[in-house]
């Protein structure tokens, strides 16, 4: 059978979010030899343009999810085509809003850091000025409270620092992680034995052997009738 489509919602044909589109695929495959079936996926692994991400294998079967370079998705899709799938169903859809909130994320994270730097710098040259400006004077109250209070900004705004800093690395290896998987197109294939699989042929072979049964019945009385 073909391929199902299903489109989510969101997608819109022609637009730019066709440059944002992910693609996957899943099939699932009934078989009387699972090992067989799963033995055909699962050499996939020795491919270079196929990464697995999860390995499912048990007693009545196997399921796979892994990723597939796009130039290397239709000799792949022909493979698991070719274990004639009881179901194969494609989904599309776009990853652009989410590309683009990482982006507007990243520049705004990227802005505050660079305030937070320049309010960093400008307290340190203060305090040092204030600094110099109450040992001159030989104010020592004055002094000690400039320190105390040099100490507390600058932990917080070095506390801040750090943390707008790792928030900014985690929304950049989101975004990365959303734009690689650009370059894949997502398969989930799933094993299940099954020992009457060929149940048409079952049923098939079943009525040919009653219509065989009937036909050489009837030319079993016929045979006696003639003889009587």
Known sequence: GGVSPQMEDGYTAGDESEAYEVKEYSATIETRNREKECAAIRALKARTDVIFQNANEHDRGCSYTFK????????????????????????????????????????????????LDKTLADAILSYENITVLATNAGNVDSLAKI?????????????????????????????????????????????????????????NSWKTAVQQFVRETNSAVQDISIGL
Do not use: C, H
Not at 81 to 105: F, H, M, R, W
């Open 68 to 115: 597939v370079k796009k130039e290397s998705v239709e000799e792949v899709l022909g493979i698991v085509k070719g274990l004639n799938p009881k179901e194969l169903t494609e989904a599309s859809y776009t990853i652009q809003k989410e590309v683009e909130d990482y982006t507007s994320e990243i520049q705004i994270l990227e802005n505050k850091l660079a305030s």
């Open 147 to 203: 320190i105390e209070s040099k100490l507390t900004i600058i932990e917080r705004l070095t506390a801040a620092r750090i943390e707008t800093s790792n928030y900014l690395e985690r929304m950049q290896r989101s975004k990365a992680d959303a734009l690689d998987r650009l370059l894949y197109t997502y398969f989930t294939v799933s094993v299940y034995e099954n020992k009457f699989v060929d149940g048409e042929e079952i049923t």
